[in-house]
T-cell receptor
Framework: DARVTQTPRHKVTEMGQEVTMRCQPI?????VFWYRQTMMQGLELLAY????????DSGMPKDRFSAEMPDATLATLKIQPSEPRDSAVYFC????????????FGPGTRLLVL | GEDVEQSLFLSVREGDSSVINCTYT??????LYWYKQEPGAGLQLLTY?????DMKQDQRLTVLLNKKDKHLSLRIADTQTGDSAIYFC?????????????FGKGTKLSVKP
């Protein structure tokens, strides 16, 4: 049963601290997405990668957020320094190459910045 | 507008049919999707429809697509309490070539016993 996994599932931190969220895409999927979900904004696309190369990160605040794929089995999203307005659920999703294939979502990381 | 739009709430009684509506924006969208999100969980793909179809049925789920009006709907027959969740409509705005999806804000479906 292939799934996208995310760690940690929950994170509480203080303003100014660095936060790192990790995602393991489904094996063989070559496209990875990072989303942020809040009550006010709904689901927002932050960035996505294809074959580990960033394709679009225009949805991400560049001054404090960074997304990388060190290898095909790991995607990371970092926030430094974190702020209370970053509190949200962060989802990773992955998909394989064929056009008709859709995205498979991980369970999310629930982040609370105090 | 540029947003995928959905009504925010829907309440039905168990056993009734639920219809969740969505309007999308890009007439070139190749695929349109319905995702379900249960409390505390990620989004789960329910079904999708290719843009050259106007209807797709999958067990209790029926998707209707009106390309002229850019209107998509999801009908759930014999709605059960386990169907209570948030339902997201999504379109592949770039024609699906990159897999980039634009999501609506979701419709929260409440099913009363």
């Amino acid at each position: 049963d292939a799934r996208v996994t995310q760690t940690p599932r929950h994170k509480v931190t203080e303003m100014g601290q660095e936060v790192t969220m990790r995602c393991q895409p489904i094996l063989g999927h070559n496209t990875v997405f990072w989303y942020r979900q809040t009550m006010m904004q709904g689901l927002e696309l932050l960035a996505y990668f294809r074959n580990r190369a960033p394709l679009d990160d225009s949805g991400m605040p560049k001054d404090r957020f960074s997304a990388e794929m060190p290898d095909a089995t790991l995607a990371t999203l970092k926030i430094q320094p974190s702020e209370p307005r970053d509190s949200a659920v962060y989802f990773c999703a992955s998909k394989s190459a064929p056009l008709q294939e859709t995205q498979y979502f991980g369970p999310g990381t629930r982040l609370l910045v105090l | 507008g540029e947003d995928v739009e959905q009504s925010l709430f829907l309440s039905v009684r168990e056993g009734d049919s639920s219809v969740i509506n969505c309007t999308y924006t890009d007439s070139s969208s190749t695929y349109l999707y319905w995702y379900k999100q249960e409390p505390g969980a990620g989004l789960q793909l329910l079904t999708y429809i290719f843009s050259n179809m106007d209807m797709k049925q999958d067990q209790r789920l029926t998707v209707l697509l009106n390309k002229k009006d850019k209107h998509l709907s999801l009908r759930i027959a014999d709605t059960q309490t386990g169907d209570s969740a948030i339902y997201f409509c999504a379109e592949s705005r770039d024609g699906g070539s990159q897999g980039n999806l634009i999501f609506g804000k979701g419709t929260k479906l409440s099913v009363k016993p």
